[in-house]
């Protein structure tokens, strides 16, 4: 079966660092890869997406940037986190017409 | 492209009652239809998924919603709400041609009250 990883679960962070969150799927292949924010109070606000290695979309002009150096593995980064990058950060997969599976989220806080 | 309205950003029942979560689209093409569930501080997990067929779909938890074409709706119901309901609900969309990249709604946060 399909499982998909996201760490860390939490993460405290002050402005100016870097950020980098990853996330991993495993039992299956080429899987489409995405990358969503939630901020507090907020719906989920999608990030990047990406259909195979190193073919990334970015949704909206932001701090962050996304990478997928291999098959299985997206991850978002930072170089230099703000405030408003606070947030919880959700990854997920899917196949070919089926539904997203998500991970269990990151809850970050820049202070 | 995509949107999806979920007109109610909170909705407080009493537990036994029923609920109504309401949900509207728009889109020039055909789409799937899902409704998801966020517990506090974790991911979302799938209640339900419209592809095609039958306009009345069930789901987990007891939860069903109906896709109305003619409405570009896709309601979520339950007859009877308990405490552990609470939760955060989403309504989404995919474009069948685009793959499975997803809209969301706002988010319905259901209060169930004892």
């Known amino acids: 079966s399909q499982t998909i990883h996201q760490w860390p679960a939490t993460l405290v962070q002050p402005v100016g660092s870097p950020l980098s969150l990853e996330c991993t799927v495993e039992?299956?292949?080429?899987?489409?890869l995405y990358w969503y924010r939630q901020a507090a109070g907020r719906g989920l606000q999608l990030l990047f997406y990406s259909i195979g290695i190193d073919q990334i979309s970015s949704e909206v002009p932001q701090n962050l940037s996304a990478s997928r150096p291999q098959d299985r593995q997206f991850i978002l980064s930072s170089k230099k986190l703000l405030l408003s990058d606070s947030g919880f950060y959700l990854c997920?997969?899917?196949?070919?017409?089926?539904?997203?599976?998500f991970g269990q989220g990151t809850r970050l806080t820049v202070v | 492209a995509q949107s999806v309205t979920q007109l109610d950003s909170q909705v407080p029942v009493f537990e036994e009652a029923p609920v109504e979560l309401r949900c509207n689209y728009s889109s020039s093409v055909s789409v799937y239809l899902f409704w998801y569930v966020q517990y506090p501080n974790q991911g979302l997990q799938l209640l339900l998924k419209y592809l095609s067929g039958s306009t009345l779909v069930k789901g987990i938890n007891g939860f069903e919603a109906e896709f109305n074409k003619s409405q570009t709706s896709f309601h979520l119901r339950k007859p009877s709400v308990h405490i552990s309901d609470t939760a955060e609900y989403f309504c989404?969309?995919?474009?069948?041609?685009?793959?499975?990249?997803?809209?969301f709604g706002g988010g319905t946060r259901l209060m169930v009250k004892p």
């Open positions: 989404a969309v995919s474009d069948r041609k685009a793959g499975n990249m997803l809209t």
């Open positions: 039992g299956t292949s080429n899987p489409n």
């Open positions: 997920a997969w899917s196949g070919t017409n089926t539904e997203a599976f």
